[in-house]
């Protein structure tokens, strides 16, 4: 299956609500008036692109036609995925083998971090790099013991204290591993509890600084992972965990969850942060780079 018909397959839901909202609204007709820009813009909202990203994408649309004069369906779906795409910003992750490089996973409990630790986790190792995961969410004995599960199914070493420990001890300890084993890539799982925000900045803060004090040489991406299905409540967990550590790209899990793929376009639209990874399945291979205009093209009816 290609990398198209993987976004294809797992924006289904998302696509097929958005094709059947827009050929309800245009049936018939083949152009589309001021009304049905309205009904095209509820679309959006429906879809979790946010009333921002909404606005602003059918105003985008409304311009468009006043300057071309072509209101057709196919013009109004062109300007509306250019619109869209100019709202995405898309980041790649790399690895370089003569450097560490440390994935910090953040995110509130349930969104898939673990999980996503653990795709991240295998596919380095199947591109031949060294590869060690931290089980730094010590609040949850569950989520260490899943952890550990993920490592022996992916074959990764897992660094890990009893539950209730200082994540930040951890974090130590799995850098000193690191550097022992001359790994490529350290993943670092962590806690989520947002109803603590306080106690998550400050335990945040100080995993942060033990990564800047221990490994100064390391490249550090701070990957905030989302899930799709929470719609709008992503925007706001976006930004509580931007604040609570430099968030510097996120990944949007359960894209194929509902039919609110939309929420990719909210969150980085009303965030300006990059999106780096997809989770489009259950898959190992479903995790993927994200990437805009394959996201568009999966998202938006032909």
Known sequence: MS???KFRQGLEK????MTQSIN??????GVFDDDMLDELE?????ADCGIEASTKA???IREHIRQTGDASKEAVLFALKETLASMLIEKKLELEGDQLTIYLMVGVNGTGKTTTSAKLASRAK?????????AADTFRAAAIEQLKVWGERTETAVIAHASGSDPAAVVFDAISAAKARKTNLLIIDTAGRLHTKKNLMDELSKIRRVIDREAPEAFVETILVIDATT????????????????VTGIAITKLDGNAKGGVAVAVAHETGLPLCLAGLGEG????????KTLFLDALLPQ
């Open 284 to 291: 190992p291979d479903d995790l993927q780079d994200f990437d």
């Open 3 to 5: 990398i198209f018909d």
């Open 42 to 46: 509820m679309t959006l909202i429906q």
């Open 126 to 134: 199947q591109a031949g790099f060294r590869v060690l995961m931290a």
């Open 24 to 29: 309800r609204v245009s049936a018939g007709l």
């Open 14 to 17: 998302t696509r097929t609500f």
């Open 58 to 60: 059918v105003e985008a």
């Open 231 to 246: 719609g709008q409540n992503a925007i706001v967990q976006a930004r509580a965990f931007h604040e609570a550590t430099h």
